[in-house]
C-alpha cells in the first residue's frame, strides 16, 4: 500500500522567510497530492492540492511542486506570517480511491517574530 | 449544511467497554473515511467506504468495524476498548470537485480515553 514520509518534523523560521515541507511517496498509481492545515484543538483543513497532471501549482503565498519521476512534493510558503503557525500535513491517494487518502507525520512550523 | 458532524465530542471508557461513534454528512458524499489521531502524529487511516454497502480496510484497521447503510451515516465501533485505543478520532468525507480533483472535508474530532 502507499506510504508516505514527510520532512522535517518541526520547522522554525523568522516572520518574512520562506517555509519549505518535503514528502515522498511509495504507490506510483498515486496521481493526487492534498496539504493540509491543522491549528491546535481544530480539525484539518485543505489548503492546496496537485493533480500528478501538473508540475506546480500557487495560491497566494502558497506553492506545491510534484516530481512524478521521483515521487516527491513538496508545499513552500513564502512571506511567512504569525498565522501560519500549525501542524501541515500531506497526503497522497489515486482517483479510484477518493477516500482512501494517506497522510504523512506532520511537520509543526513556528513562525519566529 | 452542517458539513460532516461527530457524536460524541469527548469519552472515557473503561478497558473491554465497547461503544460507536457517530458520524453523518448532509453534502451527498459518495466517500467516508475514519482517521486516529495520536498525539504528536498524523493521521493514520482505519476504514473507508466508497458508498453505501462498502467499505474496505485502511492501515490500522484492527479493534474496530465500520458499516454504511446509507450515505449519510458511517459509525465506527469499539469492539473491546483498550487505552492503545486512546486517541483523537476524525471521521471525514469526500467527493470529486468539478475537475475531478478529490475534496475532503473533515468532522470536528472526537477525543477518546480509554483507561
Known sequence: GENVEQ???TLSVQEGDS??????????ASNYFPWYK???GKR??????IRSNVGEKKDQR????LNKTAKHF????????????AVYFCAASTRS?????IFGSGTRLSIRP | N??????PKFQVLKTGQSMTLQCAQDMNHEYMSWYRQDPGMGLRLIHYSVGAGITDQGEVPNGYNVSRSTTEDFPLRLLSAAPSQTSVYFCASSYFGGDRVIKQYFGPGTRLTVT
Open chain 1, 97 to 101: 480511491s477518493a477516500s482512501k487518502i
Open chain 1, 7 to 9: 520532512h522535517p518534523s
Open chain 1, 62 to 65: 502558497i506553492a506545491v511542486t
Open chain 1, 74 to 85: 513538496s508545499l513552500h510558503i513564502t512571506e511567512t506570517q504569525p498565522e501560519d503557525s
Open chain 1, 44 to 49: 484539518p483543513q485543505l489548503i492546496i492540492d
Open chain 2, 2 to 7: 452542517a458539513g460532516v458532524t461527530q457524536t
Open chain 1, 38 to 40: 491543522q491549528e491546535l
Open chain 1, 19 to 28: 517555509a519549505v515541507i518535503k514528502c515522498t511517496y511509495s504507490d506510483s
